[in-house]
């Protein structure tokens, strides 16, 4: 006679957000040769450090004036932080800036990244800047119930959305994915 084998006990645990916030810009600005995305780094005071190396004094200070600064999910601040191949800390451009400008900045900062097309600006009824990405899915380990090997799946466009800035200055940003051949 069989019995019945004892259920076993599963334990669900999910990616905490700051996990979710560092594979996001490592699958996207770090999808480049260029870049480094250093671990993600728990502060003493709770808090998240990523830290993002970059070769080129300019492209570093491009990718510093688009990337999102820090954000915060939940009671948890992430800061986002850009530094030279040889540590130096790098600051964003402050002052404002043209849309021309803006896309100048996309062509220097993600020039080299895998994932990017090319970026337009275009009056559509307002001045926008349209960095376009290729139309590829962005996978990355999350611990997803919803999907079968926990993975999200994102278009590039979406991602690079999360973490690059939404406007510059008044200048709204409208991430866009190429159109398939």
Request: proline fraction near 8%; hydrophobic fraction near 45%.
């Amino acid at each position: 006679m069989a019995t019945p084998s004892s259920p076993k006990k599963v334990r669900i645990r999910l990616s905490p957000p700051p996990n979710i916030y560092f594979s996001k810009i490592l699958n996207s600005v770090g999808n480049d040769p260029l870049v480094q995305v250093d671990p993600l780094r728990q502060l003493p005071n709770g808090n998240y450090l990523i830290t993002i190396r970059v070769r080129g004094s300019q492209k570093a200070r491009a990718l510093a004036t688009l990337l999102v600064p820090a954000v915060t999910i939940g009671n948890i601040r992430i800061s986002v932080q850009v530094r030279t191949q040889q540590g130096t800390l790098v600051s964003p451009i402050q002052g404002s800036l043209t849309p021309s400008q803006i896309a100048a900045l996309y062509r220097v900062a993600l020039r080299t990244n895998r994932l990017f097309s090319f970026v337009t600006v275009r009056n559509l009824p307002i001045v926008a800047v349209f960095p376009v990405f290729k139309a590829v899915v962005v996978q990355y380990f999350a611990d997803n119930l919803a999907d079968l090997y926990r993975n999200i799946n994102q278009v590039a466009a979406d991602v690079f959305r999360d973490v690059l800035r939404p406007t510059i200055g008044q200048t709204p940003i409208q991430f866009s994915t190429a159109q398939k051949q």
